[in-house]
């Protein structure tokens, strides 16, 4: 059998293979239909989105996954189609910290899939408020990076709003340095958001020492500047280039190879236990001697795994602060429910910020 003739068989294999594959989607998306109209027909709160029931779909798509296609990709690909599917049951409105462009626009759609509203919004503030006023049914904002640490505006939010935390999801950051130049040597002005000088700061002193740098309100921020000022350039995402029409000048100029920024979707949906959670919870201790080793004692005793914990001013009075704490488990959890009752009695002040199925890659 010749080349030309294996290629066409091939070729015509995976035509029909695409025809399955269109098929079958289309009967996936039809039982979604089927699922939208029991839920109404029950007369029921109809709540699509389920969290948990989408990390165990993500996490059995992993673990059958043999190849050629890494996990990460086939996950990508099997996002894609749940968000169709939710779409054509109800589309859902995500904010994020904008403008479009930014990394945070990247976690919303890694979360949801590219078949959502994303509505770009200035500040971590007006994420929460347009989530709250039902303006958007999901939030999504940045609480930590691994090279920087925690986004303190973040966990702030927290303090005030009834919001709970109902996903988390890491985003590997690559920063590139953008503008209309070619030539590093006309890089006058770098600008971006805080975080992100941070992160590229070894950088810029070994190739730009002599840029000024400037703190801005979001990468794409910086960009747009970069766009409009003659020496100016900016750091951000490749999607942020291609918005505005730039070079990427430098690529991947972020000082951690593996920088990862974990970002937190934010509603008034409570998730159901998925089997693989974790628990955000908001603390101030009593003022007393061991106060701090009395909170945290129940989750040894108990066994459940604390993964974070920060401190913040609680801003009701000098030197008082609280703790924010992720543990492992959803607070349903036998283990889990234990510790938190404990905690409930040694603590000034407890909330659950949120139980939530744990990022998946």
């Not at 389920?50 to 992993?62: F, K």
């Not at 070894?202 to 960009?223: H, K, Q, Y």
């Not at 628990?279 to 003022?287: E, G, P, Q």
Request: hydrophobic content about 40%.
């Amino acid at each position: 059998m010749n080349e030309e003739t294996q290629l066409t068989e091939i070729r015509l294999r995976i035509d029909a293979l695409d025809e399955q594959i269109q098929a079958l989607v289309s009967d996936r998306a039809a039982c979604a239909q089927e699922v939208a109209r029991i839920k109404r027909a029950a007369g029921t709160v109809v709540d699509f989105y389920r969290p948990e029931r989408e990390a165990e779909i993500l996490r059995r798509v992993m673990a059958r996954n043999t190849g050629p296609l890494s996990a990460e990709e086939m996950m990508r690909l099997f996002r894609e189609i749940m968000s169709a599917c939710l779409a054509v049951q109800y589309p859902k409105k995500i904010a994020f910290l904008g403008p479009a462009g930014t990394f945070t626009q990247a976690a919303a759609l890694k979360h949801f899939g590219h078949s959502v509203l994303t509505l770009p919004l200035g500040t971590i503030d007006e994420v929460f408020r347009e989530v709250e006023s039902g303006a958007a049914h999901f939030g999504v904002v940045p609480v930590e990076n691994s090279t920087e640490g925690v986004i303190t505006h973040t966990q702030d939010m927290f303090m005030r709003s009834p919001l709970t935390i109902c996903g988390e999801v890491q985003v590997r950051i690559h920063d590139h340095l953008i503008g209309a130049m070619t030539d590093l040597k006309e890089v006058q002005r770098v600008y971006t958001h805080q975080q992100t000088l941070a992160q590229c700061r070894g950088w810029l002193d070994r190739n730009l020492p002599f840029a000024e740098r400037l703190a801005v309100s979001s990468n794409t921020e910086g960009v747009r500047r970069a766009q409009s000022e003659a020496g100016a350039a900016g750091i951000a995402s490749e999607a942020a280039a291609e918005i505005y029409g730039l070079r990427v000048i430098a690529e991947n100029i972020e000082d951690e190879p593996d920088n990862t920024t974990r970002f937190l979707v934010i509603g008034n949906h409570q998730s159901a236990v998925s089997g693989d959670d974790k628990t955000s919870l908001l603390v101030s201790a009593r003022n007393r001697t061991g106060a701090l080793y009395a909170l945290l004692a129940p989750f040894a005793h108990h066994g459940v795994s604390m993964t974070r914990i920060e401190s913040r001013p609680s801003r009701q009075g000098v030197w008082e602060y609280v703790f924010f704490i992720d543990i492992e488990g959803h607070q349903r959890d036998e283990a889990v429910a234990l510790a938190l009752a404990e905690v409930d009695k040694e603590a000034n002040f407890l909330k659950v910020l949120g139980s939530y199925p744990r990022a998946i890659l």
